[in-house]
């Protein structure tokens, strides 16, 4: 059986886009997961989980219960840490000492971690803060990922470098918890945006290096805005709420985002 998910972070109101991923996911078929990915406890705020479900529900979808929610969630991601176990370093690097490091390669979102903590390794002072690092290097053979439009995927395991995986106020990152929480779910079907495309590639190495099963995967377009601009949770006017506010009907939303 199929099972999808969707997944926002309750940062701000949802918005057209995040319409267009959730009926993308909900038209899948089988079941349909909603997970609220609360992990960055300084910024989520519970009147933006409450917003999430009115507005999901006036567009018609419903949803599986109990829902997921990353913050309760800790205690699994300490323990996936543990089973990477000597793949992982802590880092004490700055983004500006990155940034300026002569050596740092660039990827798909900025310079690459040049590896200045990677060897040897040096284990944090009492209360140091630090980042604790994927060492990339170290992997499993040849992988791939299978993709809805293209087939079978081979994936470049040093494309984002030496990632973070967790850092002293957040205790894991997006790309680490999304893996252990898709296998948790038992999620079979990843339909996202085409933005998020590349990052399946270190995602599928972290479910390979921790023995998780390897979803399908669905990136579809992105929904944009004026100038072709991607939206954002600042753009008020095309927050669901203030659609409904202004008299729009569900239908015209699924209608505006091409999914009658």
């Known amino acids: 059986m199929i099972v999808t998910r969707f997944a926002p972070s309750p940062t701000g109101l949802l918005h057209l886009g995040h319409a267009f991923a959730a009926l993308t996911a909900h038209r899948a078929g089988g079941r349909f997961l909603l997970r609220i990915e609360d992990i960055d406890t300084a910024r989520c705020r519970e009147d933006f989980v409450t917003a999430i479900y009115e507005d999901l529900g006036w567009l018609g979808l419903t949803w599986e219960r109990p829902v997921l929610r990353q ?19 802590p880092c004490f690097c700055t983004r500006a000492d990155i940034a300026s490091a002569a050596s740092a390669p660039h990827g798909p979102e900025g310079p690459l971690y040049p590896g200045t903590c990677r060897d040897p390794h040096r284990a944090p002072a009492p209360g140091e803060a630090y980042a604790l690092r994927l060492d990339a290097a170290k992997r499993v053979g040849p992988l791939s990922f299978g993709e809805e439009s293209k087939g079978r995927v081979a994936i470049d395991p040093l494309l984002f470098g030496d990632i973070v995986l967790a850092r ?11 893996v252990v929480d898709d296998a948790h779910q038992g999620v079979t079907l990843v339909t996202r945006g085409e933005d998020l495309f590349l990052a399946t590639h270190v995602q599928r190495l972290l479910q390979a290096l921790l023995g998780l099963p390897a979803p399908r995967y669905a990136h579809h377009q ?31 939303i699924r209608e505006w985002v091409g999914l009658p």
């Open 71 to 89: 913050s309760t969630r800790f205690a699994a991601y300490e323990e996936a840490l543990a089973l990477l176990g000597d793949l992982t370093y």
């Open 222 to 252: 992105l929904i944009l805005g004026e100038g072709d601009r991607k939206f954002s949770k600042r753009d008020k006017a095309v927050t669901l709420r203030s659609l409904r506010e202004a008299g729009a009907s569900p239908g015209q």
């Open 168 to 178: 002293k106020d957040t205790p894991a990152s997006y790309h680490l918890a999304v």
